[in-house]
């Protein structure tokens, strides 16, 4: 059997490539920088993890697969390079890995991971057994990558680096069109044009299922040039062939709606997953669903049974009297969409805002978007940028708590810092959400813990 070294095995997309090889009985090594927790909890799944890259670690691979974090100079690329062992790119890895399969990839700038592990855990819970990688890690499936025995392969197609352009599925879900990445898609027309080839991708007769609620989804759903495909929208507009009707809050935090397809009445929906976007997310996945052929009903059963996945709207829990909940949150229509489904589920409460901005070139270029969305809490903490990629060419964010009209903000140099000045202030009552995708989940976490212990120590 193949030996496959991957070659910045920390993040979530090639953590989840090295689950999956193992489980289908290849032998997997990998290496990164420093251990993230998804690279130590391989080593319990047998893959072999080196902190650091050196030119020996690859010698006895038979292919090496890097990030996109990875340069053309990383020695473990030259060593393999010079061995003559194919160095192949995620997005090329992937495309063989889904081979033979029914593909199903969800994309978009927002929603994709849960809308993954939603379409995945119906899958898995109707008995189908598919395979699959999510983004993050699903808490009703219990990890973010599975080797399945069906012929279903369902993956989160990140438009990072062009990663979603080496697949070829048989179903397309683009959840949202809205600039990102603008180090790797300088333009929006540059952004919105590799949608476009990815739908170009799209087997022929496949399906193409997009947001009619999204101006982005709405412009691809025009725009994408292929008449040989089936097109699909969902969402709450009237002329959406996938519709969530009767939509409210629910009193388990989430929210219940009616699905229709055209005039007909498929299901009621009850979640428990907070936030109307996640509604949205649960009708694409009740979609798919429909046009696989599955029981809407039972879809239905599982998607009320769906409790998320890890960073995302994640409650770690209520310790002296303050909720405390980790969120991936790096845009600012998901920091909007993440503090209204915190205002939706704890009404009346004051709310904090941890944000860790997320690389240089984003914070940048919608920094008057950020600060818009922030709006929304009664309480910012800003830290500093967790640089991800990038270099930091000399910026800080307290440029940005100085733009901030946000009459209670404050800068946090260090995330110790924001920890600190966090358990000082916080009251009973408050709700306290931190918004990252880089390391200030050590804030939530140690916060969590500390009042949990406040609260036993005067029990």
Known sequence: MKH??????????????ALLLKERGYTVSGSDRTLSPLARQLSAHGVTVYAGHDA?????????????AITDDNPEVLAARDAGIPVLKRSEYLGQLMAGCQGIAIA??????????????????????????????????????????????????????????????????VCTLEHDHPDCFPTRESYNEAFVRFVQRL???????????????????????????????????????????????????????????HNENLTPVRLQVAGEHNA??????????????????????????????????????????????????????????????????YPGRRLWAVWQPHTFSRTI???????????QADRVIVTEVYAAREHNEGFSSAVIVEAMTHPSTYFAPT??????????????GDVLLVLSAGDADQISASVYAELKSQEENYA
């Not at 095995?9 to 090639?14: D, K, Q, R, T, V």
């Not at 020996?56 to 996109?68: C, F, H, I, K, P």
């Not at 009297?321 to 503090?339: C, I, K, N, S």
């Open 365 to 375: 270029t919608l920094l008057d978007d950020f600060i818009a969305a922030l709006q």
């Open 56 to 68: 020996n670690n690859v010698l006895q691979a038979d292919v090496v697969v890097r990030s996109s």
């Open 203 to 261: 087997e022929p007769d496949g399906i193409l299922l997009a947001s009619a609620d999204d101006a982005g989804t709405r412009w691809l759903a025009r725009n994408h040039g292929r008449e040989d495909i089936r097109l699909l929208t969902y969402g709450k507009d009237t002329q959406a062939d996938y519709r969530a009707e009767n939509l409210a809050p629910n009193p388990h935090g989430g929210f219940d709606f009616t699905a229709m397809y």
């Open 108 to 173: 978009g700038t927002h929603g994709k991971t849960t809308t993954t592990a939603m379409i995945a855990w119906i899958f898995t819970r109707l008995g189908q057994d598919p395979s699959y990688i999510i983004g993050g890690v699903a808490k009703n499936l219990g990890n973010n990558a599975h080797a399945g025995s069906g012929p279903v392969f369902v993956i989160e197609a990140d438009e990072y680096d062009n990663m979603f352009l080496g697949l070829t599925p048989r179903v397309e879900v």
């Open 415 to 428: 995330l110790l810092s924001a920890t600190q000045y966090l358990l000082e202030q916080l009251q009973p």
């Open 280 to 345: 949205l997310n649960a009708l694409a996945a009740l979609a798919v669903a429909h046009t696989q052929g599955l029981p809407v009903d039972q879809a239905a059963t599982a998607l009320a049974e769906f409790s998320g996945t890890g960073r995302r709207f994640e409650i770690l829990g209520e310790a002296a009297g303050v909720v405390v909940v980790d969120d991936y949150a790096h845009h600012p229509t998901e920091v909007r969409a993440t503090l209204s489904a915190a205002r939706a589920r």
């Open 4 to 17: 496959i070294h991957l070659i910045g095995i920390g993040g979530s997309g090639l953590s989840a490539i």
